[in-house]
């Protein structure tokens, strides 16, 4: 039988200085939004450099663009999966607690069900792969917040109602995944507008 692994005092408080830090983190939307972006552009403007002929100055205007769409798409594409989720959760009342499992852990993550499912996934893990307990709690410590800080975002009404399943699970996938769409469009379009032709006719 394997036991946890003693922690020190300031083992301890580093720890729970961390998760509230994350905790944090994953709750201020501008923060990780701001924080997402400039990650996605900057991996964007290496694969313009290591991929293209555009120029730095090409490089760093075709960056701010896609920052740009990024920051325009979160709300609009938000809120388009509003409202295209809302007839469907009309039509279709009880489907949370239809779907499969795997499809909820896949699509819908921080929904109630996905949420669900996560945990026993990640338990699951701690369970097979860190036998001397020194990560136990992935899901509580790492998963969680970060769902949490979703589910926020896009299944709680501004006046503090749910939203049905399908509305938030669309509307998350248009603030959370619409801007990555946006910047990797920006990035892998930009070298095939603003590229320069180097070859002397």
């Given at each position: 039988?394997?036991l946890?692994?003693?922690?020190?005092?300031?083992?301890?408080?580093?720890a729970?200085?961390?998760g509230?830090?994350?905790?944090?983190?994953n709750?201020?939307?501008?923060?990780?939004?701001?924080v997402?972006t400039?990650?996605?552009?900057?991996?964007?403007?290496?694969?313009q450099?290591?991929?293209?002929?555009?120029?730095?100055?090409?490089?760093a205007?075709?960056t701010?663009?896609?920052?740009?769409?990024?920051?325009?798409?979160?709300?609009l594409?938000?809120?388009?999966?509003?409202?295209?989720?809302k007839?469907?959760?009309?039509r279709?009342p009880?489907?949370?607690?239809d779907?499969?499992?795997a499809?909820?852990?896949?699509?819908?993550?921080p929904?109630?069900r996905g949420r669900?499912?996560?945990?026993?996934?990640?338990?699951w893990?701690?369970?097979?792969?860190?036998q001397?307990g020194i990560?136990?709690?992935?899901?509580k410590?790492?998963?969680?917040?970060e769902?949490?800080?979703?589910?926020?975002?896009?299944?709680?009404?501004?006046?503090?109602?749910k939203?049905g399943f399908a509305?938030g699970?669309?509307?998350?996938f248009?603030r959370?995944?619409?801007?990555?769409?946006?910047?990797?469009?920006?990035?892998f379009?930009?070298?095939?507008?603003?590229g320069?032709?180097?070859?002397?006719?």
């Amino acid at each position: 039988m394997y036991l946890p692994r003693a922690r020190s005092s300031k083992q301890a408080n580093f720890a729970r200085k961390a998760g509230q830090a994350w905790k944090d983190y994953n709750n201020n939307e501008l923060l990780k939004n701001t924080v997402e972006t400039l990650g996605v552009g900057g991996l964007a403007a290496l694969y313009q450099l290591i991929a293209s002929d555009m120029s730095n100055e090409e490089i760093a205007w075709s960056t701010g663009v896609g920052a740009a769409a990024a920051f325009a798409a979160r709300p609009l594409l938000g809120s388009l999966g509003k409202q295209i989720g809302k007839p469907i959760d009309r039509r279709y009342p009880n489907l949370e607690k239809d779907i499969h499992p795997a499809a909820a852990f896949v699509v819908a993550r921080p929904s109630e069900r996905g949420r669900e499912v996560s945990k026993k996934v990640f338990d699951w893990i701690d369970e097979r792969f860190d036998q001397e307990g020194i990560q136990k709690g992935t899901y509580k410590h790492v998963v969680e917040p970060e769902l949490q800080g979703r589910y926020n975002a896009s299944y709680v009404n501004k006046d503090g109602t749910k939203t049905g399943f399908a509305e938030g699970s669309l509307a998350d996938f248009g603030r959370f995944r619409g801007d990555n769409i946006a910047q990797a469009a920006v990035a892998f379009g930009a070298p095939f507008v603003l590229g320069t032709d180097d070859e002397v006719s």
